[in-house]
C-alpha cells in the first residue's frame, strides 16, 4: 500500500507574532467556556433577573399593532413562574417550525440511513483538484447540513483524512471542516432543516406589523445562500493563511493514519487492534 505524503515539518515553530498572541489568548478564553447547556440556562436566569429589574420602569412606546403601551412582565413573579411551567409543554407544542421540521427530518432521515447523502459527500471531495481542496471542504461541510447533524459525524474526520493525504496538516482539514459544518448550521445555499426555523421567527416578527402576513421556509433563502458564499472565501483564507501556518511543526500524536482510520470507522479499529 503506498505511503500517505507527510504533512511539511520543515518550518519552524510559529512565529510570536501579535496575531499568534491574539489567537493564543482567544484559544484559552474559549477553553474556559461551560457546556452551551449552561451557557443558555444562564441567559435564562439573566433574562429573568433584568424582568425584575426593568418591571418598575414605565416605557413611553406603543406595540404597533395594538397601540398598547409596552410593559416589562417580571418573569420572576409567583403567577408568571407558575405560567411558565404550566405551559412549556404547550409552548414546545405550538413553536412554529416543529412540524415542518419533523416532516422534513422523515425525508432527510431516509436519505442519510440509506448511504445517499454520504455517498454524495465522499464522491464531491473525491473529485476536488487538490489546490481547491479547502474551499470544496467547506462547501461540502456546509452543503452536509442537509442530513441535519451528519456533517459533525461525517464530514469533520473526513477533512483530516482527505487533507492528511494531500500532505497537509490533518488538523488543518478537521478545522475547516468543523468550521464549514458550523457556519452551515444558519449559511447554506441547499434549502435544509434551519430553514423552517429562520422562517417561524421571521414570520412571528413580521406579524407584529402586520397580523395576516404569512411566509414560507424560503424566505431566508437569498441571505443564506449569500451567507454561504462569506463563509467559504473566510474559512478558506483563514485555513490556508492563519491556521495551517500555526501547526507547521505541530507533531500528530501516535500514528497519524490509524488516528484517522479511528475517527472515520471505530468499530473496525477497534475490532482489529483488540485481535492484535
Given at each position: 500500500?503506498?505511503?500517505?505524503?507527510?504533512?511539511?515539518?520543515?518550518?519552524?515553530?510559529?512565529?510570536?507574532?501579535?496575531?499568534n498572541?491574539?489567537?493564543?489568548?482567544?484559544?484559552?478564553?474559549?477553553n474556559?467556556?461551560?457546556?452551551?447547556?449552561?451557557m443558555?440556562?444562564?441567559?435564562?436566569?439573566?433574562?429573568?433577573?433584568?424582568?425584575?429589574?426593568?418591571?418598575?420602569?414605565?416605557?413611553?412606546?406603543?406595540?404597533?399593532?395594538?397601540?398598547?403601551?409596552?410593559?416589562?412582565?417580571?418573569?420572576?413573579?409567583?403567577?408568571?413562574?407558575?405560567?411558565?411551567?404550566?405551559?412549556?409543554?404547550?409552548?414546545?407544542?405550538?413553536?412554529?417550525?416543529?412540524?415542518?421540521?419533523l416532516?422534513?427530518?422523515?425525508?432527510?432521515?431516509?436519505?442519510?440511513?440509506?448511504?445517499?447523502?454520504?455517498?454524495?459527500?465522499?464522491?464531491?471531495?473525491?473529485?476536488?483538484?487538490?489546490?481547491?481542496?479547502?474551499?470544496?471542504?467547506?462547501?461540502?461541510?456546509?452543503?452536509?447540513?442537509t442530513?441535519?447533524?451528519?456533517?459533525?459525524?461525517?464530514?469533520?474526520?473526513?477533512?483530516g483524512?482527505?487533507?492528511?493525504?494531500?500532505?497537509?496538516?490533518?488538523l488543518?482539514?478537521?478545522?475547516?471542516a468543523f468550521?464549514?459544518?458550523?457556519?452551515?448550521?444558519?449559511?447554506?445555499?441547499?434549502?435544509?432543516?434551519?430553514?423552517?426555523?429562520?422562517?417561524?421567527?421571521?414570520?412571528?416578527?413580521?406579524?407584529?406589523?402586520?397580523?395576516?402576513?404569512?411566509?414560507?421556509?424560503?424566505?431566508?433563502?437569498?441571505f443564506?445562500a449569500?451567507s454561504?458564499?462569506?463563509?467559504?472565501?473566510?474559512g478558506?483564507?483563514?485555513t490556508?493563511?492563519?491556521?495551517?501556518?500555526?501547526?507547521r511543526?505541530?507533531e500528530?500524536?501516535?500514528?497519524?493514519?490509524?488516528?484517522?482510520?479511528?475517527?472515520?470507522?471505530?468499530?473496525?479499529?477497534?475490532?482489529r487492534?483488540?485481535?492484535?
Amino acid at each position: 500500500m503506498a505511503q500517505s505524503p507527510q504533512p511539511d515539518r520543515s518550518q519552524k515553530e510559529k512565529p510570536d507574532s501579535l496575531l499568534n498572541r491574539l489567537l493564543d489568548g482567544v484559544e484559552k478564553v474559549g477553553n474556559k467556556l461551560p457546556d452551551p447547556a449552561v451557557m443558555f440556562f444562564g441567559l435564562l436566569v439573566i433574562v429573568w433577573a433584568m424582568s425584575w429589574l426593568l418591571s418598575g420602569v414605565s416605557f413611553d412606546e406603543k406595540h404597533p399593532l395594538t397601540g398598547d403601551t409596552i410593559g416589562v412582565t417580571n418573569l420572576l413573579s409567583g403567577t408568571e413562574m407558575a405560567a411558565f411551567l404550566a405551559n412549556m409543554v404547550d409552548t414546545f407544542m405550538g413553536f412554529a417550525p416543529l412540524g415542518v421540521v419533523l416532516v422534513a427530518m422523515l425525508g432527510v432521515g431516509v436519505a442519510e440511513r440509506s448511504g445517499f447523502i454520504n455517498v454524495a459527500i465522499k464522491l464531491m471531495l473525491n473529485v476536488t483538484p487538490k489546490m481547491l481542496l479547502t474551499p470544496v471542504l467547506i462547501l461540502v461541510a456546509i452543503v452536509s447540513h442537509t442530513a441535519v447533524d451528519a456533517g459533525y459525524v461525517l464530514v469533520i474526520p473526513l477533512g483530516g483524512v482527505i487533507f492528511y493525504a494531500a500532505g497537509r496538516h490533518p488538523l488543518a482539514g478537521i478545522a475547516a471542516a468543523f468550521a464549514g459544518v458550523s457556519g452551515g448550521f444558519s449559511a447554506n445555499f441547499v434549502p435544509s432543516a434551519i430553514d423552517p426555523l429562520l422562517q417561524g421567527f421571521t414570520e412571528s416578527a413580521a406579524q407584529i406589523i402586520d397580523a395576516d402576513m404569512q411566509l414560507n421556509p424560503l424566505n431566508n433563502y437569498y441571505f443564506t445562500a449569500a451567507s454561504s458564499v462569506i463563509v467559504v472565501a473566510i474559512g478558506w483564507f483563514l485555513t490556508d493563511k492563519v491556521v495551517e501556518p500555526r501547526l507547521r511543526g505541530a507533531e500528530i500524536d501516535g500514528d497519524a493514519r490509524i488516528c484517522l482510520h479511528w475517527m472515520m470507522f471505530p468499530h473496525v479499529t477497534a475490532k482489529r487492534f483488540t485481535r492484535a
